[in-house]
């Protein structure tokens, strides 16, 4: 069984994808998870490094994944160019400030000690 993706607009085939079989499924579920673990285990300077490269190429190719939203999806150009845009601004600005965000909080019970962390 073949999958496609379809302009809206024009009904024009974009691309299309093979169904995967229950083992190619299962494999990459699997790999998703071993990435997921991974990147729990990257440094916030790495995750940072990382984030910041990808909003780069956001605000570097705009017209490009502006073009993509508008024929996957029908947006309209300008409207996919603000949305990759503003996509862009929020991976920058969680790669200058997740680790501020992501830091343990102290609280302070009336008995004992304790702290907050984000996982």
Avoid at 13 to 31: D, G, P, R, V
Wanted: net charge neutral; glycine share 4%.
């Amino acid at each position: 069984m073949t999958y496609q993706s379809t302009n809206p607009n024009t009904g024009k085939i974009l691309k299309s994808f093979e169904h995967l079989s229950s083992a190619q499924l299962e494999a990459s579920l699997a790999q998703a998870e071993s990435c997921s673990q991974a990147w729990k285990h990257t440094s916030y300077a790495a995750r940072a490094k990382i984030l910041a490269r990808a909003a780069s190429l956001l605000h570097a190719h705009v017209d490009d994944f502006a073009k993509l939203a508008t024929l996957e999806m029908g947006k309209r150009i300008d409207e996919a160019r603000a949305e990759v845009k503003f996509s862009g601004d929020i991976l920058a600005y969680y790669a200058q400030h997740a680790e501020a965000f992501l830091a343990p909080v102290k609280l302070n019970p009336k008995v004992g000690e304790a702290h907050m962390e984000s996982s």
